[in-house]
């Protein structure tokens, strides 16, 4: 079992930059594969990206290529998304989501394990 807090979420200008945190409270944290979600006002949870237990495997959803990263530290346990060029249909709510070694690579909410509870970005114009 794993807890997942995020952090780093805010209130920011149209095209600043955001650095979100997922802390992990396991010391085998490289056991664990991450991914990003994100879920605005009635809408669907929506996948960002995930990266694997190594950090070597990354996916990103297309529409987030180029202008999100996801990143990991393991001897930190935390997992990072840094964030670019903001606009204001990004805002929503942020969540990591973590699964235990070998589960692969899915863009489905419904595939993970854990979740954190969420941080809250909104980009005003």
């Known amino acids: 079992q794993v807890q997942l807090v995020e952090s780093g979420g805010g209130l920011v200008q149209a095209g600043a930059s955001l650095r979100l945190s997922c802390a992990a409270s396991?010391?085998?944290?490289?056991?664990?594969?991450t991914a990003w979600f994100r879920q605005a006002p009635g809408k669907e949870r929506e996948f960002i990206a995930y990266?694997?237990?190594?950090?070597?495997?990354?996916y990103y959803a297309k529409s987030f290529k180029g202008r999100f990263s996801i990143s990991r530290d393991n001897a930190k346990n935390t997992v990072t998304l840094q964030m670019n060029s903001l606009k204001p249909e990004d805002t929503a709510v942020y969540y990591c989501?973590?699964?235990?070694w070998g589960a692969g690579i899915s863009s489905l909410p419904s595939a993970y394990a854990y979740w954190g509870q969420g941080t809250q970005v909104t980009i005003a114009l």
């Open positions: 989501a973590g699964n235990s």
């Open positions: 396991t010391h085998t944290f490289s056991n664990y594969s």
């Open positions: 990266i694997g237990e190594n950090g070597v495997n990354i």
